[in-house]
């Protein structure tokens, strides 16, 4: 299994440029999301999905758009990309939606320069 | 919201010695206290996880204790080996994966 594939691993952006961050899983996990880790501040939770048609804001939500259309995928865009922007994007999955917590699932991550 | 403290953020031990990372939380209401492991150009990855009903849960080398009372939870690593260096983050959480809330992480090396 692949388990959370992240694509691209390295991306370099100019600022106000926008771009999508791939993430998929084959786990057939219903919660998906994003996260950010900034030096010193842990990982901080972007946006997340309790399944296909269904996002909603976590704590950073602001200059990041989502969809999850399928099970599957759950891209995350930014849409005028900022220096403020500069960050390792993690994707998680787990089998655990809605009510409760279970372990989360991690892509490899994603580092993104906004010059 | 719940706030999540981390201590130390950096930790060096000599192999076989034993390491203790500590975190504390805010709300009381929290419930699950996970630890995720990440070695360098990695994801993070869950190692031990505790619940509130549960004092203390160990798996091997590594064991979490919790003090609901006072808030805070702790890792164990015992018999320490160059294989543990990474930044081991702890998380607290109440009701859903979408409240779990991440301290700031720890980075653990072991000398050979």
């Known amino acids: 299994n692949a388990g959370v594939t992240q694509t691209p691993k390295f991306q370099v952006l100019k600022t106000g440029q926008s771009m999508t961050l791939q993430c998929a899983q084959d786990?057939?996990?219903?919660?998906m999301s994003w996260y950010r880790q900034d030096p010193g501040m842990g990982l901080r939770l972007i946006h997340y999905?309790?399944?296909?048609?269904?996002?909603d804001q976590g704590e950073v939500p602001n200059g990041y758009n989502v969809s999850r259309s399928t099970t599957e995928d759950f891209p995350l865009r930014l849409l005028s990309a900022a220096p403020s922007q500069t960050s390792v994007y993690f994707c998680?999955?787990?089998?655990?939606?809605?009510?409760?917590?279970?372990?989360?699932?991690f892509g490899e991550g994603s580092r993104l320069t906004v010059l | 919201g719940e706030n999540v403290e981390q201590h130390p953020s950096t930790l060096s031990v000599q192999e076989g010695d034993s390491a203790v990372i500590k975190c504390t939380y805010s709300?009381?209401?929290?419930?699950?206290f996970p630890w995720y492991k990440q070695e360098l150009g990695k994801g993070p990855q869950l190692i031990i996880d505790?619940?509130?009903?549960?004092g203390e849960k160990k798996d091997q080398r590594i064991a979490v204790t919790l003090n609901k009372t006072a808030k805070h939870f702790s890792l164990h690593i015992t018999e320490t080996q160059p294989e543990d260096s990474a930044v081991y983050f702890c998380?607290?959480?109440?009701?859903?994966?979408?409240?779990?809330?991440f301290g700031a992480g720890t980075r653990l090396t072991v000398k050979p």
């Open positions: 998680a999955s787990s089998y655990v939606a809605g009510a409760g917590t279970g372990e989360l699932f």
């Open positions: 786990m057939n996990h219903e919660y």
């Open positions: 999905s309790v399944g296909a048609g269904i996002t």
């Open positions: 709300d009381s209401a929290s419930n699950y």
């Open positions: 505790i619940r509130s009903n549960v």
């Open positions: 998380a607290a959480s109440k009701n859903n994966n979408n409240d779990m809330r």
